[in-house]
């Protein structure tokens, strides 16, 4: 079973050191819940691989434990928003919910061993918050939706939400058919409305230019960044085993695998072992991802959006330039009378490589649908 990220984070923060702090005891408790079985090892010494990672109950209780960790953190939060923002919110009209907030951040494949003896892989589901920034401005803007046929659910459910930045605003109206407008709001010292007007709007940049010219964004290394994950201890990223996620020692003979930054398999001639910097990391994932940038602008002959592009580099990063070169997903984004019987839609072609070793990754399909939806965006 991977070893889930927000575990790698707990056991490699610097409070994971003092046997007495409350990371080093949730930890252990997670550690306990999620690697309950013993390791054996075979004549020769050699670990072996387990069938199954727990029982149904085991992981009937590590799945209840998550999920009441993850609500206790959720209140404390919540708390800690309305003691500092209430008043605001109250003033501006705004019912604040955090269960608006809460995004689906891991799930972890494991094989579960049932009663009746069959084993069968099921997902942890890990929880998280993604909470804005709240922070007071002197202009907000309310989205507003009429209840009439022509709004659409998706404009619908926008009805009075308020963005505290302009650049939040989706496009309106979000469909041509929909009566939907935007209320901009300036507001005093004591967060009251004191004029309003017609929002009227802005179109998004969405230019398209040549794959040859592009480079891949902020944003897409940000999200590249989230999909490879890195291990650090303090500000510095350290090198780690690619498998597990934990730590290795540096004064060592480094084994396959090892690794630092976001995903670089560290080569015979590299020497990191005093880590490096968050700049560095970035700077080696950039240098990283440029066979993928030369994999885009070597196979596609249409123009592209940022959006775009971003998405298929990270897909031919992941994949491999070769396979990115001959897959179906190339002719798709390149053709659009292209058609294959296998994979009917650029969707199915795109999702289709969500596989290791000929099965079914949950963590390669989650990457898969949230760069297709970025490509579509």
Known sequence: MKQPGFLAKLITSPAYANKHSDEFARANKYMNLLYPGKINFDTSGNMIQPQYDMTLEQFQTAQFELDSDFENAKQEAEDAI????????????????????????ETIAVKVLYPAG????????????????????????????????GTCDECAALDETVFFEESDIPEIPVHPNCRCWVEEQELDDNNRTVFSRVYKGYKKENKTSEASNMKISDNGINMLKRFEGSVKIGDKHVIYDDKTGRPLNSDKELP?????????????????????????????????????EHAIKDNITVPLSQNQYDALVSLAYNIGAKNFANSTVVKYVNDSNYHNTKYPTLESAWMAWNKSGG?????????????????NN
């Open 118 to 149: 069959n084993i069968i892989t099921r997902n942890l589901l890990i929880y998280d918050l993604n909470i804005p920034n709240f922070a007071k401005q002197p202009k907000i803007w309310r989205w507003h939706s009429e209840g009439t046929d």
């Open 256 to 292: 396959a695998g090892a690794t630092i930054g976001y995903g670089h398999l560290i080569k015979s001639d590299e020497d990191f072992k005093h880590g490096i910097t968050e700049r560095q990391a970035t700077e080696i994932l950039r240098s990283d991802i440029s066979t993928a």
């Open 82 to 105: 309305q003691t500092e923002y209430g008043e605001y919110f109250d003033n501006l009209g705004i019912d604040f919910d955090i269960d608006n907030y809460v995004i689906q951040s």
């Open 359 to 375: 099965r079914e990754m949950a963590g390669l399909t989650n990457r898969r649908q949230q760069e297709f939806k970025l490509f």
